[in-house]
């Protein structure tokens, strides 16, 4: 499996020079690189003799094998976020057609997603969602970027997958520190944890630096550090929980006024979903603290509320069954990233592979697969494929 490996790899490194800028790999939903990357992968699946089709979504579909067959679909996300590497989301799919290399004895549908990220409109996953019939109202938003790329949004339903299909496998790079910290190739997720996201801001009242008296202030940054060092400190009293402040926006933001108010954010995950929705509440509290102490008044806005996604038992058995016959050791895990598998999994029973993330680095161009693991990954689905075909 190495030398298809390798050809892997090779494909994902040429794929990332589709981009929106020279020099660095951008390629957001249906942007004009999408359509080199369509026809490249398109090229290979003629190839091997699938048939093809972009959706209305914009999703790249290879079909091995009959029509109306039971089928397995593997797929992931094609588009990036800005800077990205080569591999995220785009080594999933191109480790999709590479099995089909293998011939697998049932039939496989390879899927490509047009839409992971959410950089281009500012929420996620558009073409999982289209594929599961779950975009809603959002169509509305993304229907003139479908128009653009020559697709019809009416068309959207015919989107969905096929009544055919009878599972999802995502491969995917872990996107941090564990397996290569266990050493270890592979990881079977077990589910996708759940998230919250909130906007919060503190509003106090800017003034002189130099002519108000630190008592008298209503420092709105100052109320904000304090918040989010106890945001640091939450995985303490919640175990497993990570916590963010990942964005601050400070105004008037000059050196010489105190700060008046801030705008946060916060993203809290967590494997289970009571420890999170408690810790999220703990955390406003304490916000709202910080606040108090400096007469500075802080308000919240929920922006994202979803669930943990556990992945299939059955077809993780079936990963682990392939995992052992093909030598590699079993090692089960949480993804605290979001991944179209989420999205799939209430639908169609699903399950993830992971691969070792070297340094743990994704969503960066220093992001990189060992050409071991990828033949690991490269085995392991093709024992996947054969059990499963074989308990059908």
């Known amino acids: 499996m190495i030398a298809l490996a390798e050809k892997v790899i090779r494909c994902c490194r040429h794929l990332s020079t589709m981009t929106e800028a020279p020099g660095r790999t951008t390629r ?11 026809a490249e992968l398109i090229q290979w699946m003629h190839e091997l003799g699938m048939s093809t089709r972009i959706d209305a979504a914009g999703n790249l579909r290879g079909l091995w094998g009959d ?7 593997i797929g992931s996300h094609l588009d990036t976020v800005p800077n990205a590497g080569a591999f995220d989301g ?4 191109v480790l999709g057609i590479a099995l089909v290399e293998t011939k697998p004895e049932m039939a496989v549908e390879v899927v490509g997603f047009s839409e992971e990220e959410g950089v281009r409109f500012g929420f996620p996953f558009v073409g999982s969602r289209a594929f599961t019939g779950t975009l809603g109202q959002d169509v509305d938003t993304v229907a003139p970027a479908i128009r653009a790329y020559g697709l019809d949004p009416d ?11 009878a599972a999802y496998l995502e491969f995917h790079i872990e996107q941090g520190p564990i397996l290569e910290h266990l050493n270890l190739p592979l990881g079977i997720v077990d589910r ?6 909130y906007q919060l801001s503190f509003t106090g ?9 630190m008592h008298l202030r209503n420092d709105a940054l100052a109320a904000a550090a304090e918040w989010i060092t106890e945001v640091e400190r939450s995985p303490a009293e919640f175990a ?5 402040v990942g964005l601050l926006n400070v105004t008037p933001n000059a050196v010489n006024i105190v700060p008046g108010e801030v705008h946060a954010s916060l993203d809290v995950r967590h494997a289970l979903d009571p420890v999170r929705h408690s810790a999220c509440k703990s955390l406003l509290g304490k916000a709202n603290d910080a606040g108090q102490k400096r007469g500075v008044v802080v308000t919240h806005e929920i922006r994202l509320d979803q669930p943990a996604v556990p992945m299939d038992a059955n077809l993780r058995d079936h990963l682990a069954k392939a995992a052992e016959i093909a030598g590699y050791p079993i090692h089960h895990m949480d993804s605290g990233a ?3 598998a989420m999205i799939v999994a209430p639908h169609l029973p699903s399950a993830m592979l992971f691969l070792r993330s070297p340094g743990g680095i994704s969503h960066h161009p220093d992001e990189n697969v060992l050409a071991e693991d990828v033949a690991a990954a490269l085995t392991v689905g093709a024992h996947f494929l054969g059990s499963y075909a074989h308990a059908g």
Request: with cysteine; net charge neutral; hydrophobic share 40%.
């Open 90 to 93: 785009i080594l999933g799919v």
């Open 67 to 73: 029509d109306h067959a039971a089928r397995v679909i």
């Open 155 to 165: 068309e959207l339903p015919a989107a969905r997958f096929s009544p055919c299909s």
């Open 192 to 197: 996708i944890v759940g998230q919250s996201r």
């Open 28 to 38: 957001t939903f249906l942007s004009p690189p999408m359509r080199d990357v369509h």
């Open 338 to 340: 979001g991944h179209d």
């Open 240 to 244: 497993g929980l990570v916590a963010t």
């Open 205 to 213: 009242n800017a003034n002189h630096a130099g002519t108000t008296p």
